[in-house]
């Protein structure tokens, strides 16, 4: 089991900065790649990058590519979301998600709680 608890969302101005983090606990936890969604009022939920606990490789849709960053601290268990720029269309609930390999990118096995991103025009 893995559990994953996000943090930081909250209210910006459009291109203002946040920084999401997730803490996740479980004895697996370093098995698995950890990966951002978003769902956004009305859509549908969408994947938004991903990085691999071991060696650090990232991968970002091409939607925020060169305005988000994740990152990760194997010593405090934590992944980050670092997002620059923001959009008011980046508005929506953010989530964190553990899977295995590139399967974090459509069918993660563990799911955070979510946190609100607004993006104010």
């Known amino acids: 089991q893995v559990q994953l608890v996000e943090s930081g969302g909250g209210l910006v101005q459009t291109g203002g900065s946040l920084r999401l983090s997730c803490a996740a606990s479980?004895?697996?936890?370093?098995?698995?790649?950890m990966g951002w969604f978003r769902q956004a009022p009305g859509k549908e939920r969408e994947f938004v990058g991903s990085?691999?606990?071991?060696?650090?490789?990232?991968y970002y849709v091409d939607s925020v590519k060169g305005r988000f960053t994740i990152s990760r601290s194997n010593a405090k268990n934590t992944v980050y979301l670092q997002m620059n720029s923001l959009k008011p269309e980046d508005t929506a609930v953010y989530y964190c998600?553990?899977?295995?390999?590139?399967?974090?990118?459509?069918?993660?096995?563990?799911w955070g709680q979510g946190t609100q991103v607004t993006v104010s025009s």
């Open positions: 998600a553990a899977g295995l390999g590139v399967r974090i990118r459509t069918t993660p096995d563990y």
């Open positions: 479980g004895r697996t936890v370093s098995r698995y790649a």
């Open positions: 990085i691999d606990w071991s060696i650090g490789s990232t």
